[in-house]
Structures are given as C-alpha cells and as structure tokens.
C-alpha cells in the first residue's frame, strides 16, 4: 500500500465483505450450474424434481406449503451461497492451482461426488453416463465460476481466505 499502510482485514468490515465475496460467488456459480442442469434435464439426463429430495430430507417440506422442488432448489441456492463458499475460502489455498478460478474445479470435484449419489434418480444406459457427465461438468462451472469470482472481488491477504 502506499505510504506503508497496512491494510486491516480482520476487522467488521473485512469480515462482512468477505462474506459478501462468497455469496455473490456462490449465486454466480450456482446459477452457471443451474443452467448445466437445465440442458441436462432437456435431454432427460436429470430430474429437476430431484430437488424435492433436498426439502424432504430437512423438513422444510412439512413446514412451507409450496411446490416441494421450489423449495428445495430455493435451500440448494442457500447452500451454494452460504456454506459451500465458506468452506472454499477456508481450504482454498491447499487445492491445487495458481488461482481460485483453478482451484474451484477440485472442490467442484469434491462435491459432485456427494451429489451424484444424493441426485441419483434411477438413470440407466446412456441417461446415467449423461447424468454423471453433465452434473460433474456443472459442479466443474459452480467451483470454476466461484473462484473466478473470488479472484475478481477479493484482494485479501494469504492468511484469510
């Protein structure tokens, strides 16, 4: 910095932009993985009621009387932007890569495996070898996009994310 000021981002306000960092690049990337699994669901390749899963398995469909995949989509938005960009800021300096952007694509990795398995709707033959393509090409697009938005928003010191 010039002058020799040392720039503070342990503070408040260092903390809140960090987090504003992170949900904006969990809403980019969830919303390029989205649209991946949009063209999947076109070629039958995925289920968009899949997301029904998710508000069943916490509860939330027993307490919001709407559409159940809504609701579910609404919490794998949510847990896009909140949880899974805090645990990127807080491992992505030991994933391999020069940058954020390249090091969205192991943690894109990391979670697909959970996905493939929690999503998985019976598909066979062509439909699953799709399925497992087109999803890991979008947890890909979700760690990529999430990086790349990590490096363009943030100048943080090595030590905070």
Do not use: C, H, K
């Given at each position: 910095m010039p002058g020799g000021t040392v720039v503070e981002f342990d503070h408040l306000v260092g903390v809140i932009t960090d987090g504003f960092v992170g949900a904006v690049g969990g809403l980019v990337g969830t919303t390029v993985m989205t649209l991946v699994f949009l063209v999947a669901a076109?070629?039958?390749?995925?289920?968009?009621?899949?997301?029904?899963t998710l508000a069943?398995?916490?509860?939330?469909?027993?307490l919001v009387s709407v559409n159940p995949t809504a609701?579910?989509?609404?919490?794998?938005?949510?847990?896009?932007?909140?949880?899974?960009?805090?645990?990127?800021?807080?491992?992505?300096?030991?994933?391999?890569?020069?940058?954020?952007?390249t090091k969205g694509l192991p943690f894109g990795f990391i979670l697909w495996t959970g996905f493939a398995i929690a999503y998985?709707?019976?598909?066979?033959?062509?439909?699953?070898?799709?399925?497992?393509l087109l999803t890991l090409l979008g947890h890909f697009a979700y760690?990529?996009?999430?990086?790349?938005?990590?490096?363009?928003?943030?100048?943080?010191?090595?030590?905070l994310v």
């Open positions: 076109q070629i039958g390749a995925f289920n968009l009621d899949s997301f029904a069943d398995l916490t509860g939330t469909r027993s609701v579910g989509y609404a919490l794998f938005l949510f847990i896009g932007m909140v949880p899974w960009p805090l645990f990127f800021a807080s491992i992505g300096w030991y994933l391999p890569g020069d940058r954020f952007a998985y709707d019976g598909y066979t033959g062509t439909s699953l070898v799709l399925y497992l760690g990529f996009a999430l990086g790349a938005v990590f490096d363009y928003l943030s100048e943080r010191p090595e030590t």
